[in-house]
C-alpha cells in the first residue's frame, strides 16, 4: 500500500536519452530495473526529482530503450565495466557485426585490435627498460609513494641530463674536436692535473673541452656551418626540447590534479576487496604490497580525520587561525629579507682582494658566498616546515607550502648571486678601485668555472651529509634503542626535492660556458641516487603521516620550469655582457654578428620568412592565436570539469541508492519471517 501512495504522488518519470546513454555499457536485462516501482523511492530518483521540477519531460508513448555496448575495437572488452555475462553477450554480438559487415571492415577493424595489443606490449617492454623499477617499487612499499616521488624525479632528471649530453656531443663536442687546429692544442698539453684543480676547475681542466674557451672556431669556416654557429643551434636545442618537455609534465600534472579536484579520494572499499594483486607468489613482494596499501589506507584516513576537523570549527577559531596564519607569514618574510642581505654582503666581501691574509682565510673567502647559500638553505627550510605545521593545514598542503617558501629562498639566493657575478666590479660601489678585482681575461671561462663549483660543491654535500652525519647517527640509534634523544629521522622529501631543483638551475645556467656540466651533472645524479638511496633504507625511518604526491609532483616541475626561466635570463644577459674580444667560438665574432652573416649568405625569400618571424606582426599574429588557442582548451576544461562533478555525483547516488535498497531488502525479509 505504502507502495502505491508512493507511486500516486511520483509523476511519470522516464529516463532521458542521449548519445552516450545510447552506447551504454549496461546490458538491456539491467533496463528492469528503471521499470519498478521501487525507482522512484530511490534516492538518486527523489534528488533528480527535485532538482528537475520544472523540467519538461519527454512525451509518455516514447519508447524507452537501452542498447547493448556497440563493438569499439579501441576499448578492450576485459576493460569494460559489466558483468561476465554481459561480456559474453558482447562478445557473441561482435561474432554476428563481423559477418555482417563486410571483409574490408572486418580487416580494418581487425588490425585496430592488432595495433592497439602490440601498443600494449611495447609499452610494457619499454616500462621494463626503465632503470631501478625494482628498487622503486620496494622504497614504495617501504616508505610510501611521496618517497618514491623523489626518485622518480631524480631518474627523471637523470634521462634529461643523458639527452643533453648527447646533443652537446654531436652538435658541440665533436665538429670542435674534428675541425679544430693544432696550434690551438700544443700550448696546454703538457699542464699538469693537480687536485685542487679538480675542485676549482683551474689548470688543464679550464683549456680542456669542460669549459667555453676550448671551442674556438677551427677550419670549418663557412657562412652557415661553422664552429659557432653549431653551438649556438646546440645550446638553443637544449633549451627549447627542455621548456618543452618541462612544460608537459607540468600541464600534465596538473590537468590531472586539476580536473580530479581537491576533494577527490579512491573508494576504501576498493582498496581493501580489490587491491590485492593474487598473482604475487614471492613473499618479499608479498610484504611490499601489504605495506603499500597499508600506506595508501593510511593516506586516506589522514585525509578523512583533517578535513572533519576543518569542518568542525568554529567562526571564532577560523578569525584566531587567520590571524595567526598572518603574523606567521610576516616572519617567514623577515627571515627571507635577512638571508637576502647576509648572502649579498658574503658576496661583496669575497669579491674584495685580501693580499695580506693566510691562504686557507683567503680560500674561505673566496668559497664564502656558497658556503653561506648552503647554510641559509639548510637552515631556513627546517624552520619553514615547523612553521607550516602551526599554520593547522594538510599534510600536503604543510609539504607545498614549505616547498614553495624553500625554491623561492634557493632561486632567489642564486639569483643574487648571479647578479653579483654577472654585474661588473666597476659598476660596484668601491671607495679604493684598488680593493676591487679586475674583470678576468676571459669572463666566459670564470662564469662556468663559478657553475662548475656550485655542482661540485653541492655533491660534495650530500656525500658528507650522508655519510658524516646520518649514518652516524643511525649507528648511534641501533646502539642505543632506548634514549629518547637519539631517533631515525625522516625522510626530508622537500629538502631534497629543493636541492635536485637548484642543482639542475646550475646546470642550465652555467652549460653554456661550461658545455661537459650536463655530463658532471649526470655523473653527479648517478652516483646521488644510490647514496639517497643508501641513506633512506638504512638510515631513515617510514614515515608516520603520508601525503599524497599529485599536487606537489606538478609543484615540482613547475619549480623546474622557474629554474629553466632563470637560466635563460642569465643565458641572454651575459650573451649581452660578453661582447667581441672574450675567448671561445664568438672570440671574433659576438653572437649577433655570427647570425647575421648566416643570414645574409640565405637565399632572399629566406631573409624575408626569418625576417617576418623575427618582426612584430608574427608576433601579435601568435600571441592571438595563441590566446584562441587557450580560450578552447580552457573552455573545455571547464565542461570537463563539469562532467567529472556530476559523475562524482552520481557515484555518490549510487551508494546511497546501494544502502537503500539494501534496507528495503532487509524490512521485506523481515517481513517474510515474521509470516
Avoid at 505504502?2 to 545510447?22: G, V
Avoid at 643508501?534 to 603521516?545: G, L, N
Wanted: with cysteine; charged share 20%.
Amino acid at each position: 500500500m505504502m507502495m502505491m501512495e508512493t507511486k500516486d504522488r511520483i509523476p511519470n518519470f522516464q529516463r532521458l536519452l542521449s548519445d552516450d546513454s545510447c552506447n551504454s555499457d549496461l546490458s538491456s536485462d539491467s533496463c528492469e530495473y528503471y521499470q519498478t516501482e521501487i525507482f522512484g523511492l530511490l534516492p538518486s530518483s527523489q534528488a533528480h526529482l527535485r532538482t528537475h521540477a520544472d523540467a519538461v519531460t519527454h512525451d509518455s508513448d516514447e519508447s524507452f530503450h537501452l542498447d547493448r555496448v556497440s563493438w569499439n575495437p579501441s576499448v578492450p572488452l576485459s576493460a569494460l565495466p559489466v558483468c561476465l555475462q554481459d561480456k559474453r553477450d558482447i562478445r557473441k554480438q561482435q561474432n554476428l557485426q563481423r559477418s555482417s559487415i563486410g571483409n574490408w571492415e572486418s580487416w580494418r577493424r581487425s588490425q585496430q585490435t592488432t595495433r592497439r595489443r602490440i601498443k600494449e606490449h611495447v609499452g610494457r617492454a619499454l616500462s621494463r627498460l626503465l632503470p631501478w623499477s625494482h628498487t622503486l617499487h620496494k622504497i614504495e612499499g617501504q616508505f610510501g609513494v611521496g618517497v618514491k616521488a623523489y626518485f622518480v624525479f631524480l631518474r627523471y632528471l637523470l634521462c634529461l641530463n643523458l639527452l643533453y649530453c648527447v646533443i652537446i656531443a654531436g652538435s658541440v663536442l665533436t665538429p670542435t674536436l674534428v675541425y679544430r687546429e693544432n696550434s690551438s692544442m700544443n700550448g696546454h698539453q703538457r699542464l699538469p692535473l693537480g687536485y685542487k684543480d679538480i675542485f676549482v676547475g683551474s689548470g688543464v681542466l679550464e683549456h680542456s673541452p669542460v669549459f667555453h674557451s676550448f671551442y674556438t672556431r677551427g677550419s670549418l669556416d663557412l657562412d652557415c656551418l661553422n664552429t659557432p654557429i653549431l653551438f649556438l643551434l646546440g645550446m638553443i636545442s637544449i633549451l627549447f626540447l627542455s621548456i618543452i618537455m618541462v612544460v608537459r609534465r607540468t600541464v600534465v600534472g596538473y590537468k590531472h590534479s586539476w580536473l580530479t579536484g581537491n576533494r577527490f579520494s579512491s573508494n576504501l572499499s576498493y582498496k581493501v576487496f580489490c587491491g590485492w594483486d593474487f598473482c604475487i607468489q614471492d613473499h618479499q613482494a608479498a610484504s611490499l604490497k601489504q605495506n603499500f596499501i597499508r600506506n595508501e589506507l593510511k593516506m586516506d584516513l589522514e585525509e578523512q580525520t583533517f578535513h572533519e576537523r576543518v569542518q568542525s570549527r568554529s567562526l571564532r577559531h577560523w578569525v584566531q587561525l587567520i590571524l595567526f596564519r598572518v603574523f606567521l607569514n610576516f616572519l617567514v618574510l623577515i627571515l627571507l629579507g635577512s638571508s637576502f642581505t647576509l648572502i649579498h654582503y658574503s658576496i661583496v666581501l669575497s669579491r674584495n682582494e685580501h693580499k695580506d691574509l693566510h691562504w686557507t682565510l683567503s680560500l674561505m673567502l673566496e668559497y664564502l658566498p656558497p658556503i653561506t647559500m648552503t647554510t641559509i638553505n639548510y637552515v631556513l627550510p627546517h624552520i619553514f616546515s615547523k612553521v607550516s605545521e602551526f599554520e593547522d593545514y594538510s599534510l600536503t598542503i604543510q609539504l607545498n607550502l614549505t616547498l614553495i617558501r624553500s625554491i623561492f629562498l634557493k632561486l632567489a639566493s642564486l639569483g643574487i648571486y648571479l647578479f653579483f657575478l654577472i654585474r661588473p666590479p666597476a659598476e660596484q660601489n668601491c671607495s679604493d678601485t684598488k680593493v676591487c678585482k679586475q674583470i678576468p681575461v676571459c669572463g666566459e671561462n670564470e662564469f662556468g668555472k663559478e657553475m662548475y663549483k656550485l655542482t661540485i660543491f653541492n655533491f660534495l654535500e650530500c656525500f658528507f651529509t650522508a655519510f658524516f652525519v646520518a649514518y652516524p647517527r643511525a649507528l648511534l640509534v641501533e646502539k642505543f634503542p632506548s634514549s629518547s634523544l637519539l631517533a631515525k629521522k625522516q625522510f626530508e622529501i622537500s629538502f631534497n626535492v629543493l636541492d635536485l631543483v637548484n642543482s639542475q638551475t646550475v646546470t642550465w645556467v652555467g652549460m653554456f660556458y661550461c658545455p661537459l656540466l650536463p655530463a658532471i651533472s649526470t655523473l653527479r645524479l648517478l652516483f646521488l641516487f644510490y647514496i639517497k638511496k643508501f641513506t633512506v633504507v638504512r638510515c631513515c625511518a617510514p614515515a608516520q603521516r603520508m601525503f599524497r604526491t599529485a599536487s606537489s609532483s606538478v609543484l615540482f616541475h613547475f619549480m623546474l620550469l622557474l629554474g629553466l626561466s632563470m637560466s635563460v635570463v642569465t643565458l641572454v644577459v651575459n650573451i649581452n655582457r660578453f661582447d667581441q674580444g672574450g675567448c671561445g667560438p664568438f672570440k671574433d665574432r659576438n653572437v649577433s654578428n655570427v647570425t647575421n652573416v648566416c643570414k645574409e649568405a640565405l637565399p632572399e625569400q629566406v631573409q624575408n620568412t626569418i625576417s617576418y618571424i623575427t618582426s612584430e606582426a608574427f608576433a601579435f599574429a601568435l600571441i592571438l592565436a595563441e590566446v584562441v588557442v587557450l580560450t578552447s582548451y580552457v573552455s573545455r576544461g571547464r565542461a570537463n570539469r563539469k562532467a567529472i562533478e556530476r559523475l562524482k555525483d552520481m557515484l555518490v547516488m549510487c551508494s546511497s541508492d546501494k544502502r537503500f535498497l539494501v534496507k528495503q531488502h532487509s524490512t521485506i525479509t523481515r517481513r517474510q519471517l515474521r509470516r
